[in-house]
Nanobody, 122 residues
Framework: QVQLVESGGGLVQAGGSLRLSCAASARTFSSYCIGWFRQAPGREREFVATISWDGYYTYYEDSVKGRFTVSRDNAKNIVFLQMNRLNVEDTAVYFC???????????????WGQGTQVTVSS
């Protein structure tokens, strides 16, 4: 199975930037699509962004398009989520997850990290 660990969360002021990292177990890492999801208190977990196994395809939830960028470095077994122009509505626990297919569907992701808190203050 795939082991995933998120890092890089923290407190940032609105308008600022933050970069999250998702470190994965080395074996077969490049075979997986990696998605980013987030969950705020009292809300369902929602899709944020995903990237194909080779990094060629990306897809973003509408509210983060133009602000967030997902990328991956397969040589280092790391996927990044660069978050720019953050706003209060971005506050949530952010999770990375692995799937065999390029998809936005939460249920299709088989492996999950523990999450990292992102808090945006006004």
């Amino acid at each position: 199975q795939v082991q995933l660990v998120e890092s890089g969360g923290g407190l940032v002021q609105a308008g600022g930037s933050l970069r999250l990292s998702c470190a994965a177990s080395a074996r077969t890492f490049s075979s997986y699509c990696i998605g980013w999801f987030r969950q705020a208190p009292g809300r369902e977990r929602e899709f944020v962004a995903t990237i194909s196994w080779d990094g060629y395809y990306t897809y973003y939830e509408d509210s983060v398009k133009g602000r967030f960028t997902v990328s991956r470095d397969n040589a280092k077994n790391i996927v990044f989520l660069q978050m720019n122009r953050l706003n209060v509505e971005d506050t949530a626990v952010y999770f990375c997850a692995a799937a065999r297919d390029f998809t936005t569907a939460l249920k299709e992701y088989d492996y999950w990290g523990q999450g990292t808190q992102v808090t945006v203050s006004s």
